[in-house]
């Protein structure tokens, strides 16, 4: 294996420490403060903001809180969170030590999908390293009344996991099935007790932040999505690996980046993401537009997209926990669909019938598994229509 | 199972109790480890990690069940796992596979009747600009080639003797 860094990282000019040291200086509710005023929002996708996220959590009264770290890597297409966990790891458990300290716990929980279980050992030699600096442990940097440790807890290959009520499921030895939402992990998390659960990214930024400031986190990227933002790219280009890009760079921006100018389409957001044709490539990733935990994965020319549909649509069949029956059901039946197209037997009422389907999955599955599913299915039907109808092979 | 392997069983799983505690949030942990160890986690041991818990069977089963890493049906000393999602299949996943089947003789699914090697697909591995990716038990193979299975397969076959099996097995448990 070798290392999939592309490119100059932020994370490789943070001095060591600095995060944490700055973060101890202040007070919890000015730290807070200034992870919300940097607008930093959740990488792992779903782009919540991270500094409410802390505030809530902050803000709720009780004894035990938890900082849960979701290493639960599991979409199609990103691997950036690999790269941090391999290569900038104390990083990570400064930014889990900040949000320790932030909201008040005592305690971190890393959840590293079973998938990474060769990166267990440098990461718990890590922990120990930090221990024997009072990095980890009673009196963290000789602050009293700050006690902060970090276990590692491995998944068991399940991707709904990577859903936060369902990763505390699992943490606390149960099936993989979400949550209804609410109550909030913020309120309501692992043990019941006020929990965040934050992506691996997440936390690193938060590291960042608190050692360079706000200020600087705020003037890159756009307005609603503020930062700079990992990419893990994959398929179709010349140059695949895992790049650091401001939020807001356009698709067209990206591909040039990465030796990829002549797809025809682009997956954002990996398998539960959208696919955007290559007319479509001057719209920009960020919130406010094409919103993306950093999975790209490149088509070209040759690609056969229904084949890459069927794909995503048998990963989804697999995946589903089969707790809610838009998506248990949903998936299999959009999976049937894409293998009438295949035979060349679908025809256009049928097919507009499934794109129904998808919608309500969408509206009425219970977790973001669900929700999102059919969104490969929808964007690849509407874009690549032409290259779906009527198939004699 | 003999009876001896019981009692060896029972021991191993007192141990992890003592070791994660009788919570319901030492399961999966626990069921971790006996999956590791035994390749499995047969009703036998599901029945005895449920009485230290003191959960019913039925509870240890579901989560058994649930996770594609724990099985309850033997699986061979190797398990191996191709990544079959979009980024590996672009990449040529589908000749690997075959050559796997070929090398093997088994199927996906299916275990070799000297229980040495399971063959099983998995979801993206988080290789995807490095692929086709696949596991074997927890080591990672990137770009692997249809003509390197040959090779990946001896190592395996090399690493397993008995001296091999009992220096693993005291590392990991």
Known sequence: MISSRKGNLTFSTVAPEAGLKAALARSRSELIGEISASGLRGRGGAGFPTGVKWNLAGSARSGDKYVVCNADEGEPGTFK????????????????????????????????????TYLRPGLEATLEKRRKAKLLGKKVLGMEGFDFDIEIRMGS??????????????????????RNRPPFPVDTGFEGRPTIVNNVETLAWAACIAAKGAAWFKKIGTEKSAGPKLFSVSGDCSRPGVYEFPLG??????????????????????????????????RTLAFEDIPTGGSIIVFGAQRDMLRVLKNFME?????????????????????????????????????????????????????GLGQSSPTPFLSIVQCFQDELMGRTN | MLVSEHVRLAKDIEELVSRYGRGREALIPILQEVQRKYAHISSHAMQVIADQLDIHPVEVHSVVSFYAFLNARAQGR?????????SCDMA??????????????????????????????????????????????????????????????????????????????????
């Open chain 1, 81 to 116: 969170d690999r790269l941090i966990l391999a290569e900038f790891a104390d990083l990570l458990f400064e930014g889990m030590t900040i949000g320790g300290y932030a909201i008040g716990a005592r305690k971190g929980l890393l959840y590293l999908r079973g998938e990474y």
């Open chain 1, 157 to 178: 290959g399940a991707y709904v996991c990577g859903e936060e009520t369902a990763l505390i499921e699992s943490l606390e030895g149960h099936r993989g099935e979400p």
């Open chain 1, 249 to 282: 760079i356009t698709v067209a921006q990206l591909l040039k980046e990465v030796g990829g100018e002549k797809a025809k389409a682009v997956q954002v957001g990996g398998a539960s993401g959208r696919c955007v044709p290559a007319p479509q490539f001057a």
């Open chain 1, 315 to 367: 990963f989804f069949v697999d995946e589903s926990c089969g707790q809610c029956t838009p998506c248990r059901e949903g998936n299999v039946k959009l999976l049937e669909g894409v293998e009438l197209l295949e035979k060349g037997r679908c025809s256009m009422a049928y097919l507009q019938d499934l794109c129904r389907l998808g919608e309500t999955m969408q509206l009425a599955s219970k977790c």
């Open chain 2, 78 to 86: 190797f398990v191996i796992r191709l990544c079959r999602t979009i």
């Open chain 2, 92 to 173: 040529g996943k589908d000749r690997v596979a075959r050559q796997l089947e070929n090398d093997l003789g088994i199927k996906f699914g299916e275990t070799t009747p000297d229980s040495k090697f399971t063959l099983e697909w998995a979801n993206c591995l988080g290789m995807c600009d490095q692929g086709p990716a696949l596991l074997v038990n927890d080591q990672v193979y990137t770009a692997v080639t249809p003509e390197q299975v040959h090779e990946i397969l001896e190592q395996c076959r090399r690493t397993f003797s008995p001296h091999a099996l009992a220096a693993q097995e005291q590392h990991h448990v």
